[in-house]
């Protein structure tokens, strides 16, 4: 069974940093695969936040775009988002997103919560 294991969520102050890992198989692991972080807040439906696309561009939302960095390690499988000037409406639960070969998989997501 495939598992994404994200960390690096916790409370922090509207500005601060935050920075999370996915830790993803090497069976699924490719820079040809999207790879992708999307968030879910309480009452709302899951959106994209940023991804690799499958040639390896970057793609952010809007909301986003400026303050959080999506990076991979290919030597330890690992997938990061840097989140930077975190605002309240950050607030959500992350999830580490991976699509190989027509299947999606997804991790059990990690919870930020930027409240001061």
């Known amino acids: 069974q495939v598992e994404l294991v994200e960390s690096g969520g916790g409370l922090v102050q509207p500005g601060g940093s935050l920075t999370l890992t996915c830790a993803v198989p090497?069976?699924?692991?490719?820079?040809?695969?999207?790879m992708a972080w999307y968030r879910q807040a309480p009452g709302r439906e899951r959106e994209l936040v940023a991804s690799?696309?499958?040639?390896?561009?970057?793609i952010y939302a809007d909301s986003v775009k400026g303050r959080f960095t999506i990076s991979r390690d290919t030597t330890t499988n690992t997938l990061y988002l840097l989140m930077n000037n975190l605002k309240p409406e950050d607030t959500a639960v992350y999830y580490c997103n991976i699509q190989n070969s027509g299947s999606t998989y997804w991790g059990q997501g990690t919870q930020v919560t930027v409240s001061s």
């Open positions: 090497g069976s699924i692991f490719s820079r040809h695969n999207v």
């Open positions: 690799f696309t499958s040639g390896g561009a970057r």
